[in-house]
T-cell receptor
Framework: GQNIDQPTEMTATEGAIVQINCTYQTSGFNGLFWYQQHAGEAPTFLSYNVLDGLEEKGRFSSFLSRSKGYSYLLLKELQMKDSASYLCAVLDSNYQLIWGAGTKLIIKP | IAGITQAPTSQILAAGRRMTLRCTQDMRHNAMYWYRQDLGLGLRLIHYSNTAGTTGKGEVPDGYSVSRANTDDFPLTLASAVPSQTSVYFC???????????FGQGTRLTVV
């Protein structure tokens, strides 16, 4: 079966750096997305990786290793507004998005 | 304001009733999707449409139907609601199947 694994919950301190990992086992691979979802709101797009390596976008970076079936989202200079769930999703061989259950990130002052 | 709109925002529905959740986008996106989101589970695809006039089944299609008569609208119908369909439903659209998706604000549905 297809599977996306992420930690259920993480806690970090304001101003620090946190890395949220995502491992996947899917039938084929056509890209990996990260979305942010604040409580009670809709998911919003953060990043898309289809090639190996690091993509940097401001305070957020996303890394992909296709050979290891692994990605991470790196958040720097954490702010209280970064408290949210972070969703990892993989586009499989049929171009269907397979979603992880999300990682709830709690930021403490 | 360009975007994707869902209606209603929330609904309490008696079991056995028929219900249509509405979704409209004005971004001229080709692809549209319906997801349900349940606590502890990832978003699960119910139905999708890659272009107007075509639809496909996702991971959890049973009990739901969709239509895509034009580019903008993608309604989701529950023919006879059951309590297990209590969930938050998100409609989304994307320009193509491998580009970022834009989500509506969600519909919180409770079937009693």
């Amino acid at each position: 079966g297809q599977n996306i694994d992420q930690p259920t919950e993480m806690t970090a301190t304001e101003g620090a750096i946190v890395q949220i990992n995502c491992t996947y086992q899917t039938s084929g691979f056509n890209g990996l997305f990260w979305y942010q979802q604040h409580a009670g709101e809709a998911p919003t797009f953060l990043s898309y990786n289809v090639l190996d390596g690091l993509e940097e976008k401001g305070r957020f970076s996303s890394f992909l290793s296709r050979s290891k079936g692994y990605s991470y989202l790196l958040l720097k200079e954490l702010q209280m507004k970064d408290s949210a769930s972070y969703l990892c999703a993989v586009l499989d061989s049929n171009y269907q998005l397979i979603w992880g259950a999300g990682t709830k990130l709690i930021i403490k002052p | 304001i360009a975007g994707i709109t869902q209606a209603p925002t929330s609904q309490i529905l008696a079991a056995g009733r028929r219900m249509t959740l509405r979704c409209t986008q004005d971004m001229r996106h080709n692809a549209m999707y319906w997801y349900r989101q349940d606590l502890g589970l990832g978003l699960r695809l119910i139905h999708y449409s890659n272009t107007a006039g075509t639809t496909g089944k996702g991971e959890v299609p049973d009990g739901y139907s969709v239509s895509r008569a034009n580019t903008d609208d993608f309604p989701l119908t529950l023919a006879s609601a059951v309590p297990s369909q209590t969930s938050v439903y998100f409609c989304a659209s994307s320009d193509s199947i491998n580009t970022e998706a834009f989500f509506g604000q969600g519909t919180r549905l409770t079937v009693v």
